[in-house]
């Protein structure tokens, strides 16, 4: 287990470089999420529409960021650079475990570069829900690393499966979430599907945190639909890491 931690520790310091040498990167990729945010926010009813919408473009942020990280790992495999990671000693759990831990460094940016992009707008900021909501996303931000690695390692060589099923998958995600728009008062089969997204919780209990609602069955929802999804991509990912070749 130390080792296992060692090798992780490594593997996470590898992934992160490139991240802190570039930080505009993590600027940039914020375009599209701030896009939404000023052409749906002024769409809702006034008074809490920030309230209601910024945590779900947060969730959206680490939606986008996260499950494109899959394309890094497929361009290594592509260049001979991850065959020779490979045959290194670094255990291969840790190979996936340390890049989908180092998903979690660029989410808090971009929540933060949101959060103060909507401070003066009247967003309102609680700090200890803000916080929580923010472990509770870490946990579904590595969930959605270790699938996207995955992704790349099952479409090795054939990178347009991989940008085909991120792309299928990504915006009715997004949608049957209500990231973008309520879905209350939608169809029953439209709320059905909403039911059995796990995003749905996640996007709900951000709501709540960053409302300053902490104790609210709503939280426990979504820190068990996080936590599953990471469980779930770790344990897929794991496996994956272990059987590539």
């Known amino acids: 287990m130390s080792s296992l931690v ?4 490594v593997v996470f310091s590898r992934e992160l470089r490139p991240v802190l040498r570039s930080p505009f990167s993590i600027v940039f990729s914020m375009v599209q999420p701030l896009f939404f945010l000023a052409l749906f926010a002024p769409l809702l009813p006034e008074g809490s529409s920030l309230q209601w919408f910024v945590p779900g473009i947060i969730v959206m942020s680490c939606l986008f960021g996260s499950s494109m990280t899959g394309s890094n790992l ?6 001979g650079s991850h065959e020779r990671m490979l045959v290194t000693p670094l255990r ?6 340390g890049r989908a831990l180092k998903e979690i460094v660029p989410m808090i940016a971009q929540a933060a570069v949101i959060v103060l992009a909507c401070l003066p707008f ?5 700090l200890t829900g803000a ?11 590595v969930g959605l690393g270790a699938l996207s690695y995955t992704l790349a390692l099952a479409s090795k060589n054939q990178e347009w499966l991989f ?4 792309q299928t998958l990504l915006f009715p995600l997004l949608l049957l979430a209500g990231v973008l728009l309520p879905i209350d008062n939608g169809p029953g089969w439209l709320r059905s599907l909403s039911q059995i997204n796990p995003m749905t ?36 990912g794991v496996r994956a890491m272990q059987r590539s070749d």
């Open 122 to 126: 009247g967003f309102r900021l609680h």
């Open 201 to 236: 919780y996640v996007v709900n209990a951000e709501r709540a945190l960053f409302d300053g609602d902490v104790w609210s069955r709503t939280t426990v929802h979504g820190l068990i639909a996080a936590a599953g999804v990471g469980l779930l991509g770790l344990f897929v």
């Open 131 to 141: 916080v929580l909501g923010l472990l509770i996303l870490a946990g579904f931000c």
């Open 74 to 79: 497929l361009y290594e495999i592509q260049t």
């Open 163 to 166: 940008w085909t099923v991120q």
């Open 6 to 9: 060692a090798d992780t520790r």
């Open 92 to 97: 291969r759990p840790a190979l996936l475990i």
